[in-house]
């Protein structure tokens, strides 16, 4: 099948008349005529066709006809019949009014062709340039994107089920290959077990043994194939078959296999594989949403004044939403439509994605920012999460859980007094003015200060000398702590390199 040329054909005068007759106000199928004179020519698929055969239909109309498909939700006998019938339909394609039109089954091979060698992005491309010409989307403006499902064509698969049907795909791709590798292995349990495809109730006997079987068999015929087939190793269902057995199964001290669990190292659902046939397909759960398959991120223009307008899809195994974020902005840089504003969700959105987006691209990432998850302190109830704490800024002052506040910040020192330990972490509260006070006991002292808050706990005597006014926390209790400084503590640390320390034997 060829392409025969014919982007210059005009709208037959009898079907451009009588479909401004019947549609005086126009339809979306005759404004993209009127507006944009077609999205495509015939030229823009010349490379998808060969030169030489029998004329075949033009292409242009058939991307034209699965656009105007997705805008009104036509299946594709739909989108045929709306072709044969409908005026509007004919006007955009260019079509005299006793146009017979094609059967539906066109459309399925005109997708088959589009799914090879990056063909889709390239006829967006050309799409958005026109639309960029026409002023319908420009440079710089306001945009938005989201992700959507989509679902895998293979079916979901139970954990034995998988292992079954895996083993079966592998053993009659052997069998196609090197069939002399199965005299020898293939018994008639084996028949029983993988003569046909793989369906099972909801509640199967034996799951745990029938499991460990599946796992011997597939082990048993990766070795025959090692040994007399080496190069049906490189087969698709062989290799997917060596996966999933090292993901399901392991090895035991007795070189016994057994499925995995997961103190044995199962992987998560996530990066399992889930159907020897579609091994990107991956299982997803968000809220209470669950499917196995992809992820669809779209994004389009969302400015006040006019057309929305799709300017980027990308399909991806489905991960985190911002991992998709960088191939987005890097698409539309290539294609000159850089938001300024980028609107998004939270799944796109880090501090590290807000300032890439900004130091790279010169695009305001807009979304909301994940807090963090609850504090393993919290949960243990041996210290404080950030939260705790509160934190003034314009009067620079953090109060602690316990009420405490600090002082008036300044500038912390250097470095600590060389005759100061280096094991000992020292925190400190406002050295007392005026006549000294008392020493306290050290089982009497409080282990809080302004600066840092841990909880109440027995304490040992200190190992090292320490300036008054000053308390000392053990190195535990401060990995606990925040690590942030006070001028308490610079006070303390002056006052220390100022006067040497006096002998304290009421910290004895």
């Known amino acids: 099948m060829s392409v025969r040329a014919r982007s210059g054909v005009e709208i037959p005068e009898l079907t451009a008349r009588v479909a401004r007759a019947s549609n005086p106000r126009g339809t979306t199928a005759m404004w993209v005529r009127e507006r944009l004179d077609g999205l495509w020519s015939d030229e823009d698929f010349a490379a998808w066709y060969p030169r030489d055969g029998r004329a075949g239909i033009s292409p242009a109309q058939l991307a034209t006809v699965s656009v105007l498909q997705f805008l009104h939700n036509l299946s594709d006998r739909q989108a045929a019949e709306a072709v044969r019938c409908r005026i509007d339909f004919k006007y955009a394609l260019g079509l005299e009014l006793e146009d017979p039109g094609f059967h539906h089954s066109v459309l399925g091979d005109f997708r088959g062709r589009l799914a090879h060698e990056g063909r889709a992005d390239a006829l967006l491309n050309l799409a958005l340039e026109r639309l960029k010409a026409a002023g319908l989307v420009r440079e710089r403006g306001r945009q938005r994107t989201d992700s959507t499902r989509i679902l895998s064509a293979a079916r979901v698969l139970t954990r034995l089920e998988l292992v079954l049907e895996t083993v079966r795909a592998a053993v009659e791709e052997v069998a196609r290959t090197a069939p002399e590798v199965l005299d020898g292995l293939v018994t008639a349990e084996w028949g029983e077990r993988y003569g046909r495809q793989v369906r099972m109730c909801s509640q199967p006997s034996r799951p745990v043994s029938r499991l460990t079987q599946a796992g011997l068999d597939g082990h048993a015929l990766l070795t025959a194939v090692g040994a ?66 992809y992820l669809a991120h779209v994004t389009e223009t969302c400015d006040d004044e006019g057309t929305n307008v ?25 294609r000159r439509l850089l938001p300024a504003q980028h609107l998004v969700d939270g799944g796109y959105t880090s501090a590290v994605a807000v300032d890439e987006a900004a130091r790279a691209h010169n695009t305001e990432l807009v979304g909301p920012l994940a807090a963090r998850g609850p504090n393993r302190h919290r949960k243990q109830q041996t210290g404080f999460a950030r939260e705790d704490f509160a934190i003034d800024f314009d009067h620079r002052t953090v109060t602690c859980p316990n009420g405490k506040v600090t002082g008036n910040r300044v500038q912390a020192p250097a470095m600590a007094p060389t005759w100061w330990p280096a094991s000992t972490r020292i925190t400190a509260r406002r050295v007392p003015t005026g006549p000294a006070a008392p020493a306290e006991p050290h089982h009497q002292r409080s282990t809080s200060c302004p600066g840092i808050c841990t909880r109440s706990r027995p304490r040992t005597a200190p190992t090292s000398t320490i300036p008054p006014g000053c308390a000392s926390t053990t190195p535990a209790q401060a990995s606990r702590a925040p690590s942030t400084r006070s001028s308490t503590a610079t006070e303390c640390a002056a006052a220390a390199t100022t006067k040497p320390p006096r002998s304290t034997s009421s910290m004895s």
């Open 228 to 293: 007399q087939a080496p190069w049906c190793r490189t087969g698709r269902q062989v290799r997917v078959l060596r996966q999933v057995l090292v993901q399901q199964f392991y090895t035991d001290a007795g070189d016994r296999l057994r499925p995995r669990d997961e103190k044995a190292g199962l992987p998560p659902a996530g990066r399992r594989i889930q159907s020897p046939y579609d091994t990107d397909a991956r299982y997803v759960s968000r809220n209470d949403t669950k499917w196995t398959g």
């Open 310 to 334: 799709i300017t980027d899809v990308a399909t991806v195994v489905s991960a985190g939403d911002i991992k998709a974020l960088p191939g987005i902005h890097q698409r539309l840089a290539h």
